[in-house]
Structure formats: structure tokens, C-alpha cells
Nanobody, 125 residues
Framework: QVQLVESGGGLVQAGGSLRLSCTAS????????MSWFRQAPGKEREFVAG????????FYADSVKGRFTISRDNAKNSILLQMNSLKPEDTAVYYC??????????????????WGQGTQVTVSS
């Protein structure tokens, strides 16, 4: 398993941007598929964006497509989530997660064994 630490959350006005970072420690980071999930108060955790272990496949929830971009830098053991045109409904705690499964549903929380502690994103209207 890997240990994950997120950073970059904060308070921003609607229409603004934030960039979240997730840094991993442990072995074989590049063999893990990585995803971002979020959870708003009173709601279930939901998929936001995911990236394959090679980095050539990226996937997005419909609600963020065209506004968010996920990327990874295996040399730095990190992934990024660039969030533009933020909306109040993007307010949530954002978590990065890692999966070492050979076959993974990149949008399914149950397929991920390693999770960060979360970082709060608040978008004001």
C-alpha cells in the first residue's frame, strides 16, 4: 500500500480555480491507478476524476468534465487535480485514492485500498 497526503484545498469564489495535490509515499507508486473522490455533508462519497497508472487514460464525472483536469507525475509520486470554473456545488472534502488492482473500476470507491485524509474545498456564491 501507499500513504497519501492531499494539499491545496481552501475557500474560493464561484468561477475561481484551485489546484489539489496528492503525494504518495511507499513503493511502486507508478503501478497504482489513482482517483479523486469527494464527499459533501450528508451525501455519499462520489467519483470526481481518475487516471490510469501509465497516465494515458483519464476519466471524469459528468459534473466536472471540461472544468477539472487530472494529471500525474510518477517521478514525483504525485497527482494533481486542476479545478477551474468552480461552482458552489463543488464544495466538499476531496480525497485522493490509490488502487493496486490489476483490473479496477476507477470510479468505484470499493476498488481503492489507500486513501488520503482529505482536503476541504469550499466555493462561495
Amino acid at each position: 500500500q501507499v500513504q497519501l497526503v492531499e494539499s491545496g484545498g481552501g475557500l474560493v469564489q464561484a468561477g475561481g480555480s484551485l489546484r489539489l495535490s496528492c503525494t504518495a509515499s511507499g513503493r511502486s507508486f507508478m503501478s497504482y491507478a489513482m482517483s479523486w473522490f469527494r464527499q459533501a455533508p450528508g451525501k455519499e462519497r462520489e467519483f470526481v476524476a481518475g487516471i490510469s497508472w501509465v497516465g494515458d487514460g483519464t476519466f471524469y464525472a459528468d459534473s466536472v468534465k471540461g472544468r477539472f483536469t487530472i494529471s500525474r507525475d510518477n517521478a514525483k509520486n504525485s497527482i494533481l487535480l486542476q479545478m477551474n470554473s468552480l461552482k458552489p456545488e463543488d464544495t466538499a472534502v476531496y480525497y485522493c485514492a490509490a488502487s493496486g488492482l490489476a483490473t479496477v473500476d476507477i470510479s468505484a470507491p470499493g476498488d481503492f485500498s489507500s486513501w488520503g485524509q482529505g482536503t476541504q474545498v469550499t466555493v462561495s456564491s
